[in-house]
């Protein structure tokens, strides 16, 4: 089974899909963590990357698919893509590369957050200016208020997590992620789930939900 869980920043992706990526034994496909690797192990792919990176640039669609093909080329697991595709052109570089393979997208499924709990979610965020050590002050504060309970340093709201910022951040997701939606509505596997519930209630409704023959 190939999945793709779609959302805004902030509606719990990321979370999700370890969660279901160990229940339902898929291979959860972070373009992040991918980028990270080619990076670190210095192939040609990553160098490119790099030089988008370095320069502040969007890495784009045809260097992100080819970084993805290279990757997951061999892998035998079912895919579970973590807010990936980003855009239309990726949907349908993603499809065709899933085509030439004689696989397709099983399901996509929609975490709905609404935007206003979405930027309560975003801004709650706080980082350890010593180690990097992420809490949530909603939903994983530190023990002791704007202390790393790890190594005792003061927490940083970063820049990207502060109101104008996250604001920009929502208005890219409305432009370039909205459509998204439309693409998949109609292909017939399109699926939403309310991400405002617990975080383990939604793994649970999400389970039952992959699960269906």
Request: hydrophobic letters at 35%; charged letters at 25%; aromatic letters at 8%.
């Amino acid at each position: 089974m190939n999945v793709i869980l779609l959302g805004y920043p902030g509606s719990g992706k990321g979370t999700q899909a370890k969660v279901l990526s160990q229940k339902l034994g898929m291979f959860h496909v972070s373009t992040g963590d991918i980028f990270r690797e080619e990076l670190a192990k210095k192939t040609a792919l990553g160098q490119e990357v790099a030089g988008y990176l370095n320069a502040g640039r969007l890495v784009p669609d045809r260097l992100v698919l080819d970084v993805l093909k290279a990757r997951l080329g061999a892998e035998t697991r079912g895919l579970l893509f973590d807010g990936f595709p980003r855009t239309v052109e990726q949907a349908e570089g993603l499809d065709s590369w899933f085509g030439s393979r004689g696989q397709a997208i099983d399901a996509v499924v929609f975490l709905n957050v609404p935007e206003a709990e979405v930027a309560r979610r975003l801004g709650a965020r706080r980082t350890c200016s010593g180690c990097g050590r992420i809490y949530n002050v909603i939903s994983a504060p530190p023990g002791k208020e704007g202390v790393c309970d790890a190594c005792g340093k003061g927490l940083v709201t970063r820049d990207d997590d502060k109101p104008a910022v996250i604001e920009r951040r929502l208005q890219v997701y409305r432009d370039q992620t909205e459509p998204l939606l439309a693409y998949y509505r109609a292909s017939g596997n399109f699926y939403e789930a309310d991400g405002s519930l617990p975080p383990e209630t939604v793994a649970e409704k999400l389970s039952s939900m992959l699960r269906r023959p």
